[in-house]
């Protein structure tokens, strides 16, 4: 097994007492293919840095399993792959309530100016402690408020049960309930959450949270956002490109959109400058899923995937 973007100790533990041997040397992207084949590699495990496309899979006859440790496989040939036997694995229980938390990180960051206030005290506290305090006073609360969720799957779930803790209201669109009537009365029952179409979403969210797959064109661009309440926050830390960055910095930049919280980009890592630098912008480096406890989960969940390919004796 090459786990090239690295898998816990755990992971690693169990994958040994499965009988397999766990090469965590990072490999350049460039080098992954000749790799493999040279030192009889039948799994290789990636993050999101290490990209397993079509030209690797067909370079590398021998590989048997592709896994993806966390949820998304944006950065694997998935079909191609499967098309030539090899089995692709993720593991989409491990990380969602790290995902969640920093969900919740940002909004909070965001809606009482943790973002700012962390940069400024430090140089300018001492001198200008009132000066901040005042300057910091218009914050706002989470309780009461409506959250949209726009994907509901574990992630967006966990979100949910969070977002009930400060008794917010909470709105929920994916395709998959409004094919389903049945369903959808299931989930607002369970969950204690209304289902929405995304258009009747927008205009009454307050904040808004993404968690659905990657697409190939953005998912909120400039008319969603001018159907969004004047003040309302956006949250992604689902995948880059979901929100169209240059229709978000033109929102922020005229006062509609009050803030964003990002930690997925279009072009990670060359993230926009105007992102990076905008003060009414909380980002993070796609840190969602990078909790140690997540991490351990995450190397648990995917050695024992790979163990029911490859059972022990």
Not at 57 to 75: Q, Y
Not at 200 to 209: A, E, I, T, V
Request: proline letters at 4%; aromatic letters at 4%; a neutral charge.
């Amino acid at each position: 097994v090459l786990a090239n973007d690295g898998i816990s100790k755990s992971g690693i533990k169990a994958l040994e007492k499965g009988g397999f041997e766990v090469i965590t040397t990072k490999v350049a992207q460039e080098q992954v293919a000749n790799y493999v084949n040279t030192h009889d590699v039948k799994v290789i495990l990636v993050r999101s840095a290490t990209k397993v496309r079509k030209d690797i899979i067909d370079a590398c006859p021998g590989l048997k399993i592709i896994g993806r440790g966390g949820v998304g496989m944006d950065n694997i040939d998935i079909e191609h792959a499967r098309s030539r036997g090899v089995v692709v694995l993720n593991t989409p229980a491990a990380s969602s309530i790290a995902v969640a938390e920093l969900v919740f990180a940002h909004m909070l960051s965001l809606c009482r100016f943790l973002h700012h206030a962390h940069r400024e005290m430090p140089t300018r506290g001492a001198q200008e402690f009132n000066q901040l305090k005042s300057s910091y006073a218009g914050g706002t609360e989470l309780f009461g408020k409506t959250l949209g969720l726009v994907g509901f799957g574990r992630i967006g779930q966990e979100v949910a049960r969070i977002a009930h803790g400060f008794r917010m209201k909470i709105l929920v669109h994916d395709v998959l309930f409004q094919k389903e009537p049945a369903l959808s009365q299931e989930i607002q029952s369970k969950h204690g959450v209304e289902i929405s179409t995304l258009e009747d979403m927008l205009p009454r969210c307050h904040y808004l949270s993404l968690h659905v797959p990657g697409l190939k064109h953005a998912l909120i661009g400039a008319s969603e956002l001018a159907a969004m309440p004047a003040g309302a926050c956006v949250i992604n830390a689902s995948r880059g490109g979901l929100i169209d960055e240059k229709a978000l910095l033109d929102s922020l930049n005229k006062g509609h959109i009050r803030y964003a919280g990002l930690d997925v980009f279009e072009n990670e890592p060359e993230v926009h400058p105007g992102i990076l630098g905008h003060p009414s912008i909380s980002s993070t480096p796609h840190t969602g899923a990078s909790t140690l406890e997540a991490q351990e989960r995450i190397g648990l969940e995917m050695a024992q995937r790979i163990l029911e390919h490859f059972p022990v004796g």
